[in-house]
T-cell receptor, first 114, second 113 residues
Framework: EPEVTQTPSHQVTQMGQEVILRCVPISNHLYFYWYRQILGQKVEFLVSFYNNEISEKSEIFDDQFSVERPDGSNFTLKIRSTKLEDSAMYFC????????????FGPGTRLTVT | KQEVTQIPAALSVPEGENLVLNCSFTDSAIYNLQWFRQDPGKGLTSLLLIQSSQREQTSGRLNASLDKSSGRSTLYIAASQPGDSATYLCAVFNYNQGGKLIFGQGTELSVKP
């Protein structure tokens, strides 16, 4: 069964560094998402992406964040100048119109900012 | 602003019991509702999706119901097993351009052998 994959599974970075989190969505899906979950807290929406542009973003998704679909298969989240409070699990998800926008999640990337 | 609440926060039951997890949401204008399972430190596995026009969905020992007008959904798990131990998350989808899922805080379920 097709699945969403994410790399790396765990990323440790120093405060102020840039990180890129990578996702490969399910191949025929059209909608792509990033969510994050700070330890012990709710899963929070960051951004949705459709037709090669951002369709919606949350208050969290400020100028520090950007997304890209560089080659038709990968979907990336870039975090510039990381802060301690960016430490979280980051989930990528994708959805196809034919499944009523059912979202399928990847296994997540655990980002630790030291 | 849509808010999703799940009760109880944690539940411990002996193996074999039937149980109900509750989810409530404040804005009934949802497109669909998904129930997920999350194992510790892992990703989210979609269990069931209910469209806003549907009343319930079933998959194996799981049955999810939706009462959109009252802003409630329940996940019924029949004949619980230790392997069902996990956190169960409810999320509503508000379609707006790209749409997004808004999550509850989850119910942590422990099934004792």
């Amino acid at each position: 069964e097709p699945e969403v994959t994410q790399t790396p599974s765990h990323q440790v970075t120093q405060m102020g560094q840039e990180v890129i989190l990578r996702c490969v969505p399910i191949s025929n899906h059209l909608y792509f998402y990033w969510y994050r979950q700070i330890l012990g807290q709710k899963v929070e929406f960051l951004v949705s992406f459709y037709n090669n542009e951002i369709s919606e973003k949350s208050e969290i998704f400020d100028d520090q964040f950007s997304v890209e679909r560089p080659d038709g298969s990968n979907f990336t989240l870039k975090i510039r100048s990381t802060k301690l409070e960016d430490s979280a699990m980051y989930f990528c998800a994708s959805a196809g119109v034919g499944r009523s926008y059912e979202q399928y999640f990847g296994p997540g990337t655990r980002l630790t900012v030291t | 602003k849509q808010e999703v609440t799940q009760i109880p926060a944690a539940l411990s039951v002996p193996e074999g019991e039937n149980l109900v997890l509750n989810c409530s949401f404040t804005d009934s204008a949802i497109y669909n509702l998904q129930w997920f399972r999350q194992d510790p430190g892992k990703g989210l596995t979609s269990l069931l999706l209910i469209q806003s026009s549907q009343r319930e969905q079933t998959s194996g020992r799981l049955n999810a119901s939706l009462d959109k007008s009252s802003g409630r959904s329940t996940l019924y798990i029949a004949a619980s097993q230790p392997g069902d131990s996990a956190t169960y998350l409810c999320a509503v989808f508000n379609y707006n351009q790209g749409g997004k899922l808004i999550f509850g805080q989850g119910t942590e379920l422990s099934v004792k052998p």
